[in-house]
């Protein structure tokens, strides 16, 4: 009797083990789905090709290029005034903007170049340090300079590379 007792113990305990699994397997399967749908819709997307006239998107169709802009040598914001900044960059545009860009540069540099010592007069050493603090340099730079040369809000310039960023 013990063995068949044995033997009824056991087969309801399968059945709620594979009942188990198979829960847990869809789950796992719905998980999945569900974090690589994005990337799917994203990559989907991204390769169907532009707008609807067929032509590519401008990242996708231009190669970039660059513009130097004039060093900039400010005292940093420090209570003895001790240190300073010495930045050079360039402007990453796209190849066909280049010219375009170039033009409205030598027109507004006086614009630029001003707003750029003012900005960078007002940073102190902390807000300079480090990766984050040079990221959030470039993205001023990079939102101020578009700002003067697109009004329209077309962004001409797509990044700013330091050339040189000397702090002594």
Known sequence: MSDQENTETTEPT???KSSLLMTVGVAVVAIIAGVATPFLVTTLSSSSGGDSKGKGN???TDAYEFVSFDEVVVNIDEPRLTRYLRLKV????YESDKLDVEKMIEKKKLILRDWLTSF?????MESIRGAAG???????IKDHF?????PDGNELILGILFEEFNVQ
């Open 14 to 16: 399968t059945g709620k």
């Open 90 to 93: 360039s402007l990453q545009v």
């Open 134 to 140: 040079h990221n959030r340099l470039r993205r001023e």
């Open 120 to 124: 960078l007069g007002d940073q102190g």
């Open 146 to 150: 578009n700002s003067v040369l697109a």
């Open 58 to 60: 401008k990242a996708e």
